[in-house]
């Protein structure tokens, strides 16, 4: 009885979407197993945590009120009033920053495993922009508590973007909602960060996962070229799609323990006319950048340091979102140390800065 | 043949009791977030609406009764009753009509008499009525027990 009511129900569906085709793709869907299989499940935690900063976001938002007034105070409510409000809060600023980091080794692994080159080129560039988009997340929801280092971290950040030549006065207005940093700002931060933002990177989501159904797993280029007796592979379903699972349940336990053990601060509440709290710091994603400004020295030849710097990193960013481009050794499949090398600087540097921002 | 069915039984026993305990933890503090906690407004007995020379005959003042609005009419004969404003239909806002000497709801045409009964319309029930009290010139309003 109980298994007719179910055939009746999937054969409702199946009469009107027709399951086939997706269950012919799932079946003949395989994942390539080599020494480098590791680096496969690192997209998937990303897109776990964030259905986890979606949920919990969403949550949050009954509660919160984003305005000058009242900001502060609905997260404390949040924190004291609403039953395990404080968890929710918790989840969603730890899973934050465990996705900027699933996101950042999975972009590496991507880059140095080549996974970006032809035909995955709009895969790569949705990537990189989500990966920017995902700062901007990061950014923005960072003032949303209007707390003291929200408010400074805010003042810094902007200001950044307000010292580029020419476009960086506008875009200093347009970030702030005006000259300073008020209540205007953090109504567009508020607007950015739960319509906006979310809108853009639900699209470039969407255009990245469609294209690695379609296009498959990359190969690793040494593997590529292997004859197909050599090569290992494991089903998507169920095999992999269960230890990718078991990867989000263990990530699952990290965030839970992390927000239970370590839950979010709220801090002091922002006041315009305070100073800024010493050791102030931004977070560690943006760490890197933020340290080299420091080592800068005011001025280079004609320029600003800090101009020279945003510069230079905006190349970067532009320059390593369109390797897929450049990288002509890798389209014809020769191996290119080159781009190894360039990367593992990159790494270092990061990290290195990082340590350094921390050590200060 | 039978112990690998005992076995196999066990198994789904313990995944699939694991997968339940698991989406209870997940889900208990969900649900139990979107609760909304208590409001903490003082429960209100009684409230002080104005003088009794400052309202006219045949006129009406519309008032706060802790969360709910309140509604005062003084009748022609210089009577007063007080209510809750809220219609009985479908919660909207009532009001004292001059012209035809009722309490109306706009929402959708119901109509009460000056005691509070549903006289014509949807609302199903008359409107909650409380007390009035004059002492001296003060008019105080007080919930009926």
């Not at chain 2, 003088?51 to 006129?59: G, L």
Request: aromatic fraction near 16%; glycine fraction near 8%.
């Amino acid at each position: 009885m109980k298994k007719n009511y179910w055939k009746m129900f999937y054969n409702w569906f199946d009469e009107r979407i027709q399951f086939e085709d997706i269950i012919q793709f799932a079946a003949k869907k395989y994942v390539p197993v080599h020494s480098h299989s590791i680096w496969y499940y690192f997209g998937g935690i990303t897109l776990f945590l964030f259905i986890i900063q979606v949920v919990t976001g969403i949550m949050l938002l009954l509660y919160y009120k984003g305005s000058e007034d009242l900001a502060f105070e609905s997260i404390q409510y949040i924190m004291t009033e609403v039953q395990f409000g404080w968890l929710i809060r918790s989840v969603h600023s730890w899973s934050a920053n465990l996705m900027m980091l699933a996101a950042f080794i999975h972009m590496f692994s991507v880059y140095f495993t080549r996974a970006y080159r032809k035909p995955r080129e709009i895969t790569w560039i949705t990537g990189m922009l989500m990966l920017f988009l995902a700062m901007g997340f990061g950014f923005s929801g960072y003032l949303l508590p209007w707390n003291e280092l929200a408010f400074f971290a805010t003042k810094v950040g902007t200001d950044i973007a307000g010292v580029i030549p020419v476009i960086g006065k506008p875009m200093l207005e347009f970030l702030r909602g005006g000259e300073d940093v008020t209540g205007a700002t953090l109504s567009r931060f508020f607007g950015f960060h739960v319509a906006v933002m979310p809108a853009i990177f639900t699209v470039l989501l969407g255009i990245h996962l469609i294209l690695v159904q379609r296009q498959g797993m990359s190969e690793p280029i040494g593997y590529e070229n292997k004859p197909v007796t050599e090569k290992k592979t494991m089903p998507f379903f169920p095999n992999f799609l269960l230890r990718d699972l078991l990867f989000w349940l263990v990530v699952l336990n990290i965030v839970a323990l992390l927000a239970v053990l370590f839950p979010w601060e709220l801090g002091v509440k922002a006041d315009p006319f305070a100073p800024a709290p010493a050791g102030i710091k931004p977070e560690w994603y943006f760490m890197f950048m933020f340290q080299t400004l420091k080592y800068i020295p005011a001025h280079i030849l004609f320029m600003d340091g800090e101009v020279l710097g945003i510069l230079l990193f905006s190349a970067a960013g532009l320059l390593w979102t369109s390797v897929p481009f450049w990288d002509r050794k890798t389209l014809r499949g020769e191996k290119t140390r080159f781009i190894n090398y360039l990367g593992i600087f990159a790494l270092v540097y990061i990290i290195l800065l990082t340590v350094l921002g921390y050590l200060e | 043949m039978e112990v690998d069915q005992v076995k196999r039984k066990f198994l789904k026993y313990v995944l699939g009791g694991s997968l339940t305990a698991l989406a209870a933890m997940i889900l208990y503090p969900i649900i139990a977030y979107l609760k909304p906690p208590k409001t903490k407004s003082a429960e209100v007995s009684s409230v002080k609406i104005g003088k009794v020379n400052e309202i006219p005959n045949d006129s009406s003042i519309m008032f706060r009764f802790g969360t709910k609005p309140g509604i005062l009419v003084k009748t022609q004969s210089g009577e007063f009753r007080a209510f809750e404003a809220t219609c009985t239909h479908l919660d909207c806002t009532v009001q004292f009509k001059q012209d035809i000497g009722v309490i109306w709801c706009a929402c959708h045409n119901g109509k009460f008499d000056l005691n509070g009964r549903n006289i014509s319309g949807p609302p199903p029930r008359p409107l909650t009525p409380y007390k009035v009290i004059i002492q001296g010139e003060d008019i105080f309003v007080s919930k009926i027990l």
